[in-house]
C-alpha cells in the first residue's frame, strides 16, 4: 500500500508537468491568436517557455492538497483557460492584452458589453460559463477520492520547495535580462515575455515600489532645487484665461495610416488648426485602450511607467488617496475646477477620483441632456459643446475644464446601418473589404468629431472671455496596425494642439510625451506650477537623473512619507458637485399617466382568426407626477433610501412614479440620478410631500417630450 501511494504521488506530480506544458502552449496560441505562432515561441524562446511553466506547475501543485485531486486539476486548469480565452478576446478588440487591473473593472466591464457584442454573442457566453460551472459541480461530484495517508507534510514541503524555486527562477530571470518587469509596452511584453508570466506580475506588481535611494534628504534635496524654478514670463498679460483641455476618444490623423484612401479629408478642421496653432506629437502611455491612464498623465504630469503592469492608478490608488494636478494648482490661483465626460460617471471610478484631483464640480454622462447616440450605441460629442459653454457661464471667475469625450470608442462594426446613421465619408484600401466598413464607420466618427471641434471654436471666438484650449487624442485606434503602417512610425504617438481667443497668442510646435502637456501649457500661460510641473520644466527625458528623480517624487507622493511636504500634505479632497443645472423638485400631485402609443405598433383586435396577435394598447398607471426641473432619463424617484427603477421620465420637467398607494403627509421623496450599474450620485433634492387633496379628481394625461436650447 505503502509503494502505491508512493506511485501515486510521482504520478501526480508527473501529472502536473504535463499539465503545464499542455496548458502554457494553448495560453500562448490564444495569446497569439495562432498555434503555429505559440510553437515559434517555444522553439525561439525554450527557457522562458519553461519558465513560464513553472508558475502554471506551482498553481497545478495545490490540488495535490486535495483528496478529489482530478478536481483539483481540472479547476485549476479550467482557470487558466478562462484567463487566456478572456485574453484572446480582448485582443481582439483592443491592442492591449488582458491584466489583472481588468479583473477590477468587471463592473464598469457589463455596463458596456453589448456595444462589444451582440445579443445571441451575449446568451451564447453566459450559456457556455453555465454549463462550465454545471460540469464543474458534476465533477466534484463524480470526482474519485484519494485515500489513506497522502503524505500531507511531505506534499506541503514539496510545494512550499515549487514556490521557492519559481522565485529563485524569477531572481535570475530578471538579473539575467531573461525577462523584465519594466513593461513600457504591455503588449510587447506579453509577446516576449509569456502571457503567465506577464499576468502573474500584473497581480502581485501593483503601485510604486519604494526605489532604492528613497529618502528624507534626497526628497528635501529635490524640493530645494524645484523651489527655485519660477514661473515663466507670460506674453499674454495679466488677465488670466479660462483654461480647456479637452481629451478626444481614439482620435488620429487617419491620412497618416500608409494604405488608406477617403473621397474627403474627414478631420478638416483638425488638420487646420494643427497647422495655424501649437502643435505636435503627443506620446502616450498606451495604444487603442487606456484612455484613464492618458488623462491621469496629462492631468497630474506623473509617468505612467513607474506603476505596476497595465496598472490603472485611478483603480488601485486614486479612489482613495489626494494628489496633486492642474486642477489642484488652478484652485491656488482662483480658478473653478470641472470635469465633464460624456459616458457613465462611474467608469473608471470617476466619480470618486475627481474628488481627490481637486475638481470643483463633475458632469458626466447622467447629468447631460439631449444625448444622440452612434451605431455601436456610444455618445456622441456634439453634446460637450452645449455643456462647455455652460459651465463657463456658470461662475464669474476663471474656469478650468477637464472634458473627455467617448464617440470615437471602439469597437468598429464591419456592417453599417446606414438606414439609421449617415456615413458621408468613405474609405478604401485595406484590401479587405470588412475591414474598409470598420474604417470607414472610424472616419465617420471622427468626422462628427471634427465638427464638434469646429463648432466649440466658433463659440468660444464668440465668448467675452479670454480662453485657451487645449485639444488632443488619447490613443491610437483599435485596429491591427504596425509601426510600419504609418507615416510618423509610432504607434503611441497621438497629436494635439493649442487654440486661444487671445490676440498675438504664441506658436510654439514641439513633439512632446503626454505627462509634459500641461507643463508645456502652463509655461505658455506664465502659471505658477506644481512641484511635478517644476521638475518638467525644469528637466526634459534624457537628463541623468531623470526617472530616479522623477519616480521619487511620484513615490513620495503617492506611497511614501511626503518628505517634500514638511509642513504637511496641502491637499484635501473637494466637496465635489455633480452637474451644473440644479436638479429640483417643485410639486408632487397625483394623477394618472397613460403612456404614450407607439406608432409603429399594431393595435388591431385580434379576433381568433390566426392572422397573428396584435399589441396590446397602453394601459393608464395610477400614480404621482413629480414636477420639478432638469430632469433626464437618469432621474430615478427615491423612497426610503431605495431608488425606484418603474420611474417614468417625461420630460426636463416632469417625472411620473407609477404608485398605488397613497403617500401619507411628510413624506419624504427625493431624486438622484442613476447610471446603467445602478450606482447613484447621491440625493439631488428632497421634498416633503404635503398630502393629497380632500377630494382629488385623477385625470388622464398624455404628456409628450419636449427638449430645451442649451446655451
Not at 478562462?82 to 466591464?109: E, H, K, Y
Not at 495610416?257 to 497647422?275: A, G, R, S
Request: aromatic fraction near 14%.
Amino acid at each position: 500500500m505503502k509503494e502505491r501511494l508512493k506511485n501515486f504521488h510521482h504520478s501526480a506530480v508527473f501529472i502536473c508537468l504535463v499539465l503545464a506544458i499542455v496548458l502554457d502552449v494553448v495560453l500562448e496560441a490564444l495569446g497569439r491568436h495562432s498555434l503555429f505562432k505559440a510553437i515559434s515561441y517555444v522553439w525561439n524562446q525554450p527557457l522562458i517557455f519553461l519558465y513560464n511553466c513553472s508558475i502554471i506547475f506551482f498553481t497545478l501543485t495545490l490540488s495535490l492538497l486535495m483528496r478529489k485531486r482530478i478536481f483539483g486539476y481540472c479547476v485549476i486548469s479550467f482557470a487558466w483557460l478562462i484567463l487566456g480565452i478572456t485574453n484572446c478576446i480582448v485582443l481582439g478588440f483592443r491592442i492591449t492584452p488582458f491584466s489583472a487591473i481588468d479583473m477590477l473593472m468587471a463592473r464598469n466591464t457589463i455596463t458596456i458589453i453589448d456595444k462589444y457584442f451582440n445579443v445571441w454573442q451575449i446568451v451564447l457566453i453566459a450559456a457556455l460559463l453555465f454549463v462550465a460551472l454545471a460540469a464543474i459541480i458534476v465533477l466534484f461530484i463524480k470526482s474519485p477520492t484519494v485515500t489513506g495517508n497522502i503524505y500531507r507534510t511531505r506534499t506541503t514541503v514539496f510545494i512550499v520547495a515549487t514556490f521557492f524555486c519559481v522565485m529563485l527562477f524569477t531572481k535570475i530571470a530578471l538579473n539575467a535580462q531573461t525577462i523584465s518587469d519594466n513593461f513600457a509596452n504591455l503588449a510587447t511584453a506579453y509577446n516576449n515575455y509569456g502571457f503567465v508570466y506577464c499576468f502573474s506580475n500584473s497581480v502581485v506588481d501593483v503601485g510604486i515600489g519604494q526605489p532604492s535611494d528613497y529618502s528624507e534628504d534626497k526628497m528635501l534635496e529635490i524640493k530645494d532645487d524645484l523651489d527655485s524654478v519660477g514661473t515663466t514670463d507670460s506674453k499674454l498679460g495679466k488677465d488670466k484665461p479660462n483654461v480647456i483641455f479637452v481629451q478626444l476618444e481614439s482620435f488620429m490623423d487617419p491620412s497618416y495610416v500608409k494604405c488608406l484612401t477617403f473621397n474627403e479629408n474627414p478631420i478638416p478642421n483638425f488638420t487646420k488648426l494643427k497647422e495655424e496653432c501649437t502643435s505636435g506629437f503627443l506620446t502616450m502611455p498606451a495604444i487603442g485602450a487606456g484612455t484613464a491612464n492618458s488623462e491621469f498623465e496629462v492631468l497630474t504630469g506623473f509617468n505612467v511607467a513607474y506603476f505596476g503592469a497595465g496598472e490603472y492608478p485611478y483603480k488601485t490608488i486614486l479612489g482613495k488617496q489626494t494628489i496633486e494636478s492642474m486642477a489642484t494648482q488652478l484652485k491656488l490661483d482662483g480658478y473653478s475646477t470641472h470635469a465633464m465626460h460624456n459616458h457613465d460617471g462611474t467608469f473608471y471610478d470617476r466619480y470618486k477620483v475627481y474628488k481627490n484631483m481637486g475638481f470643483d464640480t463633475f458632469t458626466p454622462m447622467e447629468y447631460m441632456y439631449n444625448l444622440e447616440h452612434t451605431q455601436k450605441n456610444w455618445e456622441k460629442d456634439n453634446v460637450l459643446t452645449g455643456e462647455i459653454m455652460k459651465t463657463l457661464y456658470s461662475t464669474n471667475g476663471r474656469d478650468f475644464i477637464f472634458t473627455v469625450s467617448v464617440q470615437g470608442h471602439g469597437r468598429y462594426p464591419s456592417e453599417l446601418d446606414e438606414e439609421n446613421y449617415s456615413y458621408p465619408i468613405k474609405v478604401a484600401g485595406t484590401g479587405d473589404e470588412s475591414l474598409d466598413t470598420q474604417w470607414t464607420y472610424y472616419c465617420n466618427q471622427l468626422h462628427e468629431m471634427d465638427d464638434f471641434i469646429g463648432k466649440l471654436i466658433d463659440r468660444l471666438k464668440a465668448y467675452d472671455e479670454p480662453v485657451v484650449l487645449v485639444m488632443y487624442g488619447d490613443h491610437l485606434p483599435g485596429f491591427e496596425i504596425t509601426e510600419d503602417d504609418i507615416t510618423n512610425g509610432d504607434l503611441y504617438q497621438t497629436e494635439y494642439f493649442v487654440w486661444s481667443n487671445m490676440k498675438n497668442f504664441p506658436v510654439e510646435d514641439e513633439d512632446i510625451e503626454a505627462y509634459q502637456l500641461s507643463t508645456k501649457v502652463f509655461d505658455m500661460l506664465g502659471f505658477e506650477k506644481s512641484y511635478v510641473q517644476k521638475f518638467q520644466s525644469k528637466y526634459k527625458p534624457g537628463y541623468t537623473n531623470y526617472d530616479d528623480d522623477l519616480e521619487n517624487i511620484e513615490y513620495d507622493m503617492l506611497y511614501g512619507q511626503r518628505y517634500m511636504y514638511p509642513d504637511g500634505w496641502p491637499y484635501e479632497p473637494t466637496n465635489m458637485k455633480y452637474g451644473i443645472s440644479k436638479i429640483r423638485i417643485s410639486e408632487i400631485t397625483k394623477g394618472v399617466y397613460v403612456p404614450p402609443v407607439d406608432e409603429e405598433a399594431d393595435f388591431t383586435a385580434n379576433d381568433g382568426s390566426g392572422d397573428g396577435e396584435s399589441a396590446e394598447e397602453p394601459q393608464p398607471m395610477n400614480g404621482y407626477y413629480i414636477h420639478g426641473s432638469n430632469f433626464n432619463e437618469c432621474t430615478f424617484v427615491w423612497i426610503d433610501d431605495a431608488f425606484l427603477k418603474e420611474t417614468i421620465y417625461i420630460d426636463r420637467d416632469t417625472l411620473f412614479l407609477p404608485y398605488e398607494d397613497s403617500f401619507e403627509a411628510g413624506k419624504e421623496i427625493s431624486v438622484a440620478q442613476v447610471g446603467d450599474d445602478s450606482i447613484d450620485f447621491g440625493v439631488e433634492d428632497t421634498y416633503v410631500y404635503k398630502g393629497d387633496p380632500e377630494d382629488p379628481e385623477d385625470t388622464e394625461t398624455n404628456v409628450t417630450t419636449e427638449t430645451e436650447e442649451l446655451p
